[in-house]
């Protein structure tokens, strides 16, 4: 019987009582190992191996970390292609002494780190986005649905929104700050590079035959119910979190992230170029309120399935910074939506005219 949702944990022991401390455990929840002596020094450090299913590595995880053996040993997570065993069987009989993740989730640890390669050098994300976005002002002034979805296919958006929601859920302030500054530059890259491709293509004798401006700026959904905007956008964060903590691919997750973000974008550029408040101020709200909104979504969802620290201590305060974000988020989803609700009956026409007349 072979199975996918294993993972192979490796333990370094460095001393003769945390080895027999580890096997203890193990022996505690009736599960199977190796011990190989292999080692620089083999009286005293030892490497135990066992197979788990992905939901129960938390838990031992967990009771390793009780027994503060941390500065004798190392833990090394490993996910295999699969692994085959006739003592392995599509139910986890074999585990039952070991409580798991009720959702078949990933451990907190393998979620941090997940979450932390998700965010990809800053030259190589800032050009993606970019090309992303002139790719999408394109496909706005073509109408073309075709290239719209390829702009989404490229954009390397899921990353720093799943990153700040992780950070915020584990109280990581280095990976908060790190992954909320690629989500600030990748707004700026995108409208830049949509704002500068579309004013180029204006500029010059590019601009395709019998384009309409009006009517290519009907790709803009700022006037659909600002209701159904943010389920969308709330949506996608949800799956995003789910598919991050489980061993689902997050890839197609992603493109609905950016399905919701990047259309919007390339609008943006074109309405600065020719001149369109309404659509300019209503796009632009769009997208804020999408990418809010899949931040807000993704905290929830990463917290409910409980991900936040297990000690007292840390947990109050990880609560207390989770609160704060979700209710800073929440007011400014609920303020963009109510923009947008206002804009789409045309009574915010006037306001718009007059903030981005040049």
Known sequence: MARKDMRLV????????????????LDANDLDYTVSDHTDDPDTSATISFPLPSHTVEPIQNELAELDLGADMYTVVVEPETITSDRLGESD????????????????????????????????????????????????MLESTAV?????????????????????????????ARS?????????????????????????????????VDQ??????????????????LSAGF??????????????????????????LGVVGVGIAWGRPTAVLGSGAVVLLNILSINLAAIICLWYLGYH?????????????????????ATLVIVLATFLAHLATGTLDGLAGMLLQP
Request: aromatic residues 4%; glycine residues 6%.
């Open 93 to 140: 009989d074999l585990y039952e002494q070991v409580e798991g993740l009720g959702h078949q989730g990933i451990s907190r640890s393998e979620l941090h780190s997940k979450a932390a390669d998700l965010i990809p050098d800053l030259v190589i994300y800032s050009l993606m986005t970019a090309i992303s976005a002139v790719v999408a002002t394109a496909g706005v």
């Open 216 to 233: 290519v700026l009907q790709l803009s959904n700022h006037t659909a119910p600002s209701f159904l905007l943010v389920v969308i956008a």
């Open 10 to 25: 490796e333990i370094i022991t460095m001393s003769e009582s945390t080895r027999e401390t580890v096997l203890d455990v």
């Open 148 to 176: 719209l979805v390829g702009s989404m296919v490229i954009a390397p958006l899921i990353g720093p929104p799943m990153a700040t929601s992780v950070a915020t859920v584990i109280d990581d302030q280095k990976l908060f």
């Open 239 to 264: 799956a995003g979190a789910i598919s991050l903590s489980t061993s689902a691919t997050i890839g197609l997750v992603g493109v609905m992230i950016a399905a919701a973000v990047i259309p919007p």
């Open 309 to 329: 620290p297990q000690s007292w201590s840390e947990l109050r305060k990880a609560r207390s910074t989770m609160l704060r974000r979700v209710i800073v988020l």
């Open 180 to 212: 909320l500054k690629f989500q600030a530059i990748g707004g700026l890259v995108a409208i830049t590079s949509a704002v500068g491709f579309a004013l180029l293509i204006r500029s010059t004798q590019f601009i395709p035959t019998g384009l309409n």
